[in-house]
């Protein structure tokens, strides 16, 4: 990942790569996810990141539907250590709307 990434640019490719994984061993839960819908990938209790993640998914993608992908962490998020699918309690997906 490049240096000049964000906290929070650096934790979205993060979580979209552990997401990536746990579909590949759960392909079903893209049956949850509506057609041409935009990801948003949010950490419970992170307020900063998921309003910075809200934010860049409308402005990117203002007339597509908003879906969220939200994590919750076993452990706390370490600013120098990528986040792993280990870190994963749970995952909830849901509708923006």
Do not use: C
């Not at 392909?27 to 949850?32: A, D, I, T, W, Y």
């Not at 509506?34 to 993640?53: R, Y």
């Amino acid at each position: 990942m490049s240096a000049k990434m964000t906290t929070h640019e650096r934790k979205n490719t993060q979580l979209i790569a552990i997401f990536d994984e746990i579909l590949r061993k759960r392909p079903e839960l893209l049956e949850e996810v509506p057609s041409g819908a935009s990801l948003v990938m949010q950490i419970e209790g992170d307020e900063a990141f998921n309003t910075w993640a809200q934010h860049v998914a409308e402005k990117n993608s203002p007339e597509r539907p908003k879906f969220f992908v939200r994590f919750t962490l076993k452990t706390p998020v370490a600013s120098k250590k990528p986040l792993s699918w280990k870190q994963v309690g749970e995952l909830e997906l849901q509708s923006a709307v």
